[in-house]
């Protein structure tokens, strides 16, 4: 199966053009107040609480934003994370996961509603344990989530199990 959420992180570059625009806007106000004639307006944390919680929302925005790729067809299951707002120009803030089926240890997937991630396990010949990626698949829909989840599941069942 292949998922894919391209459609739906198409909508993350106009929230960054409205936080920053709401950001510089009340900037600018902040500055008005502070040249004013008037003494009787005093600027206080409260004008800068607006630009705090933008901040904070575009740094929110800026961690979640990333598109997310899965393929579970053929021998292998490849996954990949990847940035956003310069997709079109660069690859940037990539994260890829490439390997057989047979090494899938196990996963992990956590959905909060405003977050969801994927974490996998990875079993290595070299390497004593599990190796760990973990990939963001916030802006996967609900159905796209399950399905990947019900493939993981049947991976993990067809691999054989090893005796001791």
Do not use: W
């Amino acid at each position: 199966m292949r998922f894919t959420n391209k459609n739906e992180v198409k909508i993350i570059p106009s929230i960054y053009i409205v936080l920053v625009a709401v950001f510089v806007t009340n900037i600018f106000v902040n500055i008005e107040i502070m040249a004013s004639s008037d003494t009787e307006q005093e600027i206080s944390f409260s004008h800068f609480v607006p630009n705090i919680v933008t901040l904070l929302l575009g740094l929110y925005i800026h961690k979640i934003g990333q598109s997310f790729d899965f393929d579970s067809d053929g021998e292998t299951l490849n996954f990949k994370n990847n940035g956003v707002f310069f997709s079109k120009f660069m690859e940037y803030r990539v994260k890829k996961a490439e390997f057989p089926k047979r090494k899938l240890g196990k996963f992990k997937f956590v959905d909060f509603g405003f977050y969801s991630a994927l974490t996998i396990y990875i079993k290595s010949r070299r390497k004593t344990g599990y190796r760990k990626y973990t990939f963001n698949t916030t802006f996967l829909n609900r159905k796209k989530k399950k399905g990947m989840v019900d493939s993981l599941n049947k991976v993990l069942e067809t691999i054989p199990k090893a005796t001791a």
